[in-house]
């Protein structure tokens, strides 16, 4: 599930990144911002989401350079659209609550833990802040920590096994085995270092020899003379390194090629799973030696290893939940706001010249 709760801290990354002093005076009347049966929300719960609002707001505009208050969202005013935002994380925030119970689901011990330790970690970096934002402790408990770990718990009830829309082994093995590719690789380097300890790059003659000896250990993995491991610690050995030279990977070539050079996403496209190959980049003073392994064993390791299995089901489902979420917290019609203390707070008090790119920076970006 690490997908799913790396996209939902992001909104509290960015609110950490937020910082204003808030001006008003408090009342009793203003003290809750929603209701929902026997469940009331502290104004500080709407006011989170107000934050979050305007954080998701700076990256949907599309001019950087211009204030969100000065431009449109999807046919919004940039200030309306945060403030609706808002109302809609509040009922959002319901719905997975509703759901939570409808479903039988309680707080575990470890969840509680968890929730207790979200809580005070954020508090710890940016306490002061959201109380300057009016946000109280209990209020982001509430709004992040606690709302992230029933989110979570929901989704994993209702896509894992016995679930509504239980997601089976077949389907993740099929979007698994499409979508990622595992290889081993040695990156042997045309550098060399001096006595002095520094590094520069070798001539040409000492990279055609230094080549012979990657060449071999290619021709040797192929014929079965020598493991990818072996080689990595011969190679190792050789230029006297304290680092490992063997690396693993299983990667999505199509969303993360830029980890790896065009030439090196080209050839492991081009392979068949058990192959040996090399990629020669000398002018980028590399030479990559590859095997492309099995798919397939990679997949049933994963679908074996519960954690892995709710990582890959996030990959495939998560967007689906987040929209089925958003749409069916909509539908609620039986949550109170108290409009005089939620329309009392703007988003402008967010603001930060921070906030603006210029346009050389955005068209650099």
Known sequence: MKSIVK??????????????????????????SAKRGDDTAAIGVYIYYLSSAYSEALGKV?????????????????????????????????YV??????????????????????????????????EKFGIAKTSLEKAYSEFIIKYQRVFNAMYGEGGEKE????????????????????????KKTNEDGTSEDMTDEEKAEAKKDFEAYVSKIQDGSLTMEKAAEEYQEKIESDTEQFHNTTIDLENNSSYFPEDVVSKLESMKEGDVASVD?????????????????????????????????????????????ESEALKLDDITFNDSAVDSYGPQMFFSESDLISSESSSEE
């Open 7 to 32: 996209k939902l801290a992001a909104g509290l990354t960015a609110c950490l990144c937020l910082v204003s002093s808030l001006t008003g005076c408090y009342s009793e009347d203003k003290a809750w």
């Open 62 to 94: 599309e001019d950087s350079s211009k204030s969100v208050f000065d431009q449109e969202i999807d046919g919004k005013d940039g200030t309306q659209w945060v403030k609706d935002r808002a109302r809609e994380s509040v009922k959002m925030m319901y």
């Open 97 to 130: 609550d509703q759901k939570f119970e409808d479903l039988g689901l309680t707080l575990t011990e470890e969840d509680e833990s968890q929730i207790a330790s979200m809580t005070s970690s954020a508090w710890a970096y940016s306490g002061t802040q959201f």
């Open 167 to 190: 997601v089976s082994d077949e389907e993740l093995r099929t979007y698994y085995e499409e979508t990622y590719t595992d290889f081993d690789y040695i990156t042997c380097s045309y």
């Open 281 to 325: 980049l000398p002018d980028s003073n590399v030479f990559y030696i590859l095997r492309k392994n099995s798919i397939a064993k990679k997949c049933d390791e994963v679908l074996a290893d519960e954690e892995e299995r709710l990582n890959v089901l996030s990959e495939l489902k998560g967007e689906e939940y987040a929209e089925l979420v």
